[in-house]
């Protein structure tokens, strides 16, 4: 790579810090800091001092090197699990319901609710991506072999987004009005400390890679949250777009038990979702081979059919 790395890293950070607007279509207002999760009833929960632990992706553009792509980061409460989606009118109106205690995401209308909320986030975090990457491309030092990747990874994101438009509709019309189109299956737990809110294409398709246009991707929803009284799973997908990837992977759940559910969990984690986050006491416990390894996982799941990826339990 010939690219200028600070130019990169200046350019990644400006277009991740940029005010943006609200999400919501033909809505002009400025997008405030959204939680994926509530800050109050859910994240305060496993903080300490205000703050969590989250792991973070490293720049995208990093991930050509070989190494750690990940990191973990303190943060405060006020950050944590959160990007600038929706202005302050439709965070509060549209999440009303999984904003205001008692919590019960034992019910068709959260489920779908916490679904749209990390729809309408990983497009955003694409678009981020996506006016990074363009941006970058017009940087005289970006050489044609660079420029090539490049471009394929921008198209790769734009179909991303295409196919996460589909879903962000489909959610839409279903909250407005239900007609049992998305399956969930809710699983409850004893206390756990993590949380992750995602959408995701099973088997992992790597950006990279040529996606065919025509095709809409099937997505899998996870939600993983830590309630008070245990945590809560919450699994679903669109009936219309499921195969037997979303299918195994729904099933995997039902096989969670007491026992295994630490080892569970640091799978998904390694293997299908990128962002994620803990309490710090459960940070301090994880030990820093662990912590190796999984980082080196996460990195070869991107490049590996996951069957060739070992076992490990980041929370043993
Ligand atoms: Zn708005």
Redesign the pocket.
Known sequence: MNLNHKFISKISEEESKRKRN?I?DN?N?KAINSHLLQRNGILKNIAFNGHLVERKVKDPYKWTANGEITEFKEIGLKKAFSLPL??S??DSEIFKPIETPPLDFNNYKAQLLLSYRVTLAEIRKKEIVLDTFTRILTLKEVNVRDKANQVAFVTGTKLGINDLNIFKNLLKTEIENPKQEFHFEYFEFPKFEVYASAIFSPPKTFSFNSSNPDKTYEQVFIHIIPLDDGLKVITGYHKNYVNRYIKKFIKSWRKTNNNNLSEKITQVFCKDIENWGTSPNMYKSMSSDNIKKFNKYFYLSEILPSFMIPKIDLFK
């Open positions: 609200c919501i809505c207002e929706l202005c009118n439709h």
